[in-house]
């Protein structure tokens, strides 16, 4: 299987509908390249310009929505598009990710549910998610993961138990904790046995300089590949079926104790 993750340049002098537009032409860019496309989190308004999340909010079904079903539908790939700020129009703003199949189709969404910031900035400005989300591929099984999600690993066990082999995290992550997006990539993938496919945004918003670093990461937790500081497509073949040996060859995870059931065979 092959998967681009586009890590995109995002900076403060860019409007979001330029972003989309440029987005909307590199996911196209993959076409006969990549089965699999994923793009970072809050790409269009930056994952720190809290002040813009309210101005930037659109619909679940928005501009954002529509450029990437097209996108998708025009390469033919799945996409998880990264993540909008979604408003509900009956409840708070989300932090949403869209995931659509190659024929344009929304396979999922996913609403964020760690918020990160503590007594600020999206902790308390966007509503927190409760369902855990997978989705269902020829080659594999996605888990889909928003960036501070990272931290909590018994979200990750989760979407074990609900089948996942390959997990996904779209994020903004900041340069100053680049260290910890490595080590806890790694540590996802080892602990589930599973891929882990981290895309993460390049540049600058809103003061904070961006980690970049988009990497792929196998089920012994070895790094498969690895994006530099600025933007770039990371293109990488995996093979998604190598997960089930895995398992199969080391069988840690028959061997819990606590916490959630085994994984479903």
């Not at 590199?26 to 989190?41: I, W």
């Not at 020829?138 to 979407?159: I, S």
């Not at 073949?237 to 997960?243: K, N, Q, R, S």
């Amino acid at each position: 299987m092959r998967a681009s993750l586009i890590q995109i340049h995002v900076d403060d002098d860019e409007s979001p509908n330029s972003r989309r537009l440029r987005a909307a032409s590199m996911v196209r860019d993959q076409a006969g390249s990549a089965d699999l496309v994923v793009l970072p989190e809050l790409w269009t308004t930056g994952a720190f310009a809290y002040e813009a999340f309210a101005a930037e909010a659109e619909p679940l079904e928005g501009p954002t929505y529509e450029a990437m079903a097209m996108a998708a539908s025009d390469a033919g790939v799945w996409l998880h598009a990264g993540t909008i700020p979604e408003r509900d129009p009956d409840g708070p703003l989300y932090n949403t990710a869209l995931v659509f199949s190659p024929d344009g189709e929304l396979a999922a969404a996913y609403r964020k549910i760690h918020r990160f910031g503590f007594d600020k900035g999206e902790a308390v400005l966007m509503g927190a998610g409760e369902e855990l989300v997978t989705v269902r591929l020829p080659e594999t099984v996605l888990g889909v993961t928003t960036c501070y999600d990272l931290r909590f690993p018994e979200l990750y066990r989760g979407l074990v138990d609900r089948g996942a082999e390959t997990l996904l995290v779209s994020a903004g992550w900041p340069d100053r904790r680049r260290a910890h997006w490595t080590l806890l990539a790694q540590a996802r993938a080892v602990e589930n046995q599973a891929y882990v496919l981290a895309c993460g945004t390049a540049g600058t918003h809103a003061g904070v300089p961006q980690a970049g670093h988009s990497v792929v990461v196998d089920p012994w937790g070895q790094i498969v590949a690895e994006a530099g500081a600025g933007e770039e497509v990371l293109t990488v073949e995996f093979d998604a079926a190598g997960v089930a040996a895995t398992r199969e060859r080391f069988p840690a995870l028959k061997d819990r104790r606590l916490g959630l059931e085994p994984p479903r065979r």
